[in-house]
């Protein structure tokens, strides 16, 4: 988890809210990630980000947003068109394109409950 | 769909034995990486092997990948209850020799060590 930070750990979402997941990094990355995870499944990717200011669709995008300001955040909005948002969400980061970009480390995760 | 798929699902053992875990996946690949989740976690990257590389170790991990058969597999020697977790292969995708740093994860294995 070291250098990555998500918040809040646990966040209730009424319905009709949009809300806000933070992720945070100090590792100089210029890639980071956002992933769903459901319970006993494996991650999917909603939105990658390369750089600062680009960002693009991952497998799961529908009902999700993103924007990359700065190098060391990349939020995450759950809008209202996301039906079904409880999960477990997960950031990550990766070198990008200055060298080696296969590793990621994540952060400790964000679960998110439907009131 | 996705890339890698795990095998077996779910795995229990006594402390000291040894733990295998298996991965298949479906395209050609750059890469091919195996994490841990313990429980309400985020992921820890364990090892990368290269689609050149056919075996690797580090500590009590050790690492084998078949490209012909697209299979890898993760066997952990003498296992502590302390290793108690999820393990994840995923895989980057080779598009014309480049990868963007896109990782595709399968559903994992549960496995529990029993002291």
């Known amino acids: 988890d070291g250098g990555i930070t998500q918040s809040p750990k646990y966040l209730f979402r009424k319905e009709g809210q949009n809300v806000t997941l933070s992720c945070e990094q100090n590792l100089n990355h210029d890639a980071m990630y956002w992933y769903r995870q459901d319970p006993g499944q494996g991650l999917r990717l909603i939105y990658y980000?390369?750089?600062?200011?680009?960002?693009q669709k991952g497998d799961i995008a529908e009902g999700y947003s993103v924007s990359r300001e700065k190098k060391e955040s990349f939020p995450l909005t759950v809008t209202s068109a996301q039906k079904n948002p409880t999960a477990f969400y997960l950031c990550?980061?990766?070198?990008?394109?200055?060298?080696?970009?296969?590793?990621?480390?994540f952060g400790p995760g964000t679960r998110l409950l439907v009131l | 769909s996705q890339q890698g798929e795990e095998d077996p699902q779910a795995l229990s053992i006594q402390e000291g034995e040894n733990a295998t875990m298996n991965c298949s996946y479906k395209t050609s690949i750059n890469n091919l990486q195996w994490y841990r989740q313990n429980s309400g976690r985020g992921l820890v990257h364990l090892i990368l092997i290269r689609s050149n590389e056919r075996e690797k170790h580090s500590g009590r991990l050790r690492v084998t990948l078949d490209t012909s058969k697209k299979s890898s597999s993760l066997l952990i020697t003498a296992s502590r209850a302390a290793d108690t977790a999820s393990y994840f292969c995923?895989?980057?995708?080779?598009?014309?020799?480049?990868?963007?740093?896109?990782?595709?994860f399968g559903q994992g294995t549960i496995l529990t060590v029993h002291p």
């Open positions: 980000s390369q750089i600062v200011n680009d960002f």
């Open positions: 995923a895989t980057d995708v080779n598009a014309g020799g480049t990868s963007y740093g896109k990782l595709t």
């Open positions: 990550a980061s990766s070198i990008g394109l200055a060298g080696d970009q296969e590793t990621q480390y």
